[in-house]
């Protein structure tokens, strides 16, 4: 069993940046793909960035590329999303979560990961 944290969530004006992180329990931690989802008001849970256990491999989702980045740090057993240039669309509960049965296999799909933790509540106002 593993055990996600997030934090770093909050209220910012359009146009800030927030850096969220997630700490993860265990010894595996650099054996897992790592990923960032989010779930807005009324709305499905959404991709928003993944990465591979080396961090070579990283995806994003279409409505964050070039304003998110997702990276880690496999001594810390932490993965953190930075996120710049926010707009109030951003708005949502952001939710880290840990695909065990991948390294280097990035997938977007939520039903593939196995671990989640509880979520972090990021607001952006206009």
């Known amino acids: 069993q593993v055990e996600l944290v997030e934090s770093g969530g909050g209220l910012v004006q359009a146009g800030g940046s927030l850096r969220l992180s997630c700490v993860a329990s265990?010894?595996?931690?650099?054996?897992?793909?790592m990923g960032w989802f989010r779930r807005a008001p009324g709305k499905d849970r959404e991709f928003v960035a993944a990465?591979?256990?080396?961090?070579?491999?990283?995806k994003y989702g279409d409505s964050v590329k070039g304003r998110f980045t997702i990276s880690r740090d496999n001594a810390k057993n932490t993965v953190y999303l930075e996120m710049s240039s926010l707009k109030p669309e951003d708005t949502a509960v952001y939710y880290c979560?840990?695909?065990?049965?991948?390294?280097?296999?990035?997938?977007?799909?939520?039903?593939?990961?196995?671990?989640w933790g509880q979520g972090t509540q990021v607001t952006v106002s206009s």
């Open positions: 265990g010894r595996t931690f650099s054996r897992y793909v």
């Open positions: 990465v591979s256990g080396s961090a070579r491999t990283k």
């Open positions: 979560a840990a695909d065990r049965a991948q390294v280097e296999i990035v997938t977007i799909l939520r039903v593939e990961y196995d671990y």
